[in-house]
């Protein structure tokens, strides 16, 4: 049985002061949420002291992504074993956003992906293509790229426990979102892809999310997927009430 995973995503907004108070309704709102795995993923800024409201909770926290080198001569870069001891748990790579706008690759994906493991953290790993290769007929050769990339060098042992997330880029804050039929489509694709690089048991285990304008109205539908684990939420996290709501519309559907 994979548990459902629920992430937000709270990009570049909110301040401590915010974060707190978000945190602090969310726990609230999800105290009794035990079947699903919840996440928020704030700001660097606001990541100790939101991991010191929610320690002993069942909300964990994330980073929205990390540097490759543990320490260095890397000015404005941030490290897993830094976001480590700031209290997050999981840390998403390979956004969309960071390929989109600072020019991120498969290999440097990669690298982060190794980065958080060695860290002892669970990598949020994202997939997923854009409107013009979705056009061109590219989707699969696009994710594919991404998972190999991804996941290379990987071992069995630590592949099972990555978290992917699918994002058809065209989806994210468009307000469009793929049918449930197409983003089991994809989610199913990146699977047997698992299995094939790995076997059924390591495939069985990865969870995968889906990333697209998610909300209360389609969160149960998309759930109700055979191979769709959970959510990587963006605007829709920025609000505790709609958080609040995809995660209870995904409970009971544990696969």
């Given at each position: 049985?994979?548990?459902?995973?629920i992430?937000g995503?709270w990009?570049l907004?909110?301040?401590?002061a915010?974060?707190?108070e978000?945190?602090?309704n969310?726990k609230?709102?999800?105290?009794?949420?035990?079947?699903?795995?919840?996440?928020?993923?704030?700001?660097?800024?606001?990541?100790?002291?939101?991991?010191e409201?929610?320690?002993?909770?069942?909300?964990?926290?994330?980073?929205?992504?990390?540097?490759w080198?543990d320490?260095g001569?890397?000015?404005?870069?941030?490290?897993?074993p830094m976001?480590?001891d700031?209290?997050?748990?999981?840390?998403?790579?390979?956004?969309?956003?960071?390929r989109?706008?600072?020019?991120?690759?498969?290999?440097t994906v990669?690298?982060?992906v190794?980065?958080?493991?060695?860290?002892?953290?669970?990598p949020?790993?994202?997939?997923?293509?854009?409107?013009?290769?979705r056009?061109k007929g590219?989707?699969f050769?696009?994710?594919?790229s991404?998972?190999?990339?991804?996941?290379?060098?990987?071992?069995a042992?630590?592949?099972?426990?990555?978290?992917?997330?699918?994002?058809?880029v065209?989806?994210?804050?468009?307000g469009?979102?793929?049918?449930?039929?197409?983003?089991?489509?994809?989610?199913?694709f990146?699977?047997?892809?698992?299995a094939?690089l790995?076997?059924?048991?390591?495939?069985?285990?990865?969870?995968?999310?889906?990333?697209?304008s998610v909300?209360?109205?389609n969160?149960?539908e998309l759930?109700?997927?055979a191979?769709i684990?959970?959510?990587?939420?963006?605007?829709a996290?920025l609000?505790?009430?709609?958080?609040a709501?995809?995660?209870?519309n995904s409970?009971?559907?544990?696969k």
């Amino acid at each position: 049985m994979r548990r459902p995973i629920i992430a937000g995503n709270w990009k570049l907004n909110k301040t401590i002061a915010e974060s707190l108070e978000l945190v602090n309704n969310l726990k609230r709102q999800l105290l009794d949420v035990e079947e699903v795995e919840l996440v928020v993923c704030p700001p660097f800024t606001a990541l100790a002291e939101v991991a010191e409201a929610l320690f002993e909770t069942n909300i964990q926290v994330g980073a929205q992504d990390c540097y490759w080198e543990d320490s260095g001569a890397f000015t404005g870069e941030v490290s897993a074993p830094m976001l480590k001891d700031a209290g997050a748990k999981f840390i998403i790579v390979g956004h969309s956003e960071r390929r989109q706008f600072f020019s991120e690759t498969d290999q440097t994906v990669n690298k982060k992906v190794k980065a958080v493991l060695k860290a002892g953290l669970t990598p949020i790993a994202c997939v997923g293509e854009n409107l013009t290769q979705r056009e061109k007929g590219q989707t699969f050769a696009i994710i594919e790229s991404h998972i190999k990339g991804a996941f290379d060098g990987i071992s069995a042992e630590d592949a099972a426990g990555i978290v992917v997330a699918y994002e058809p880029v065209w989806a994210i804050g468009t307000g469009k979102t793929a049918t449930p039929q197409q983003a089991q489509e994809a989610h199913n694709f990146i699977r047997k892809l698992l299995a094939k690089l790995y076997n059924d048991d390591v495939a069985g285990s990865v969870r995968i999310q889906y990333g697209g304008s998610v909300k209360p109205a389609n969160a149960r539908e998309l759930m109700a997927q055979a191979d769709i684990d959970g959510a990587l939420v963006g605007g829709a996290s920025l609000e505790a009430e709609s958080f609040a709501a995809i995660v209870n519309n995904s409970r009971g559907v544990s696969k």
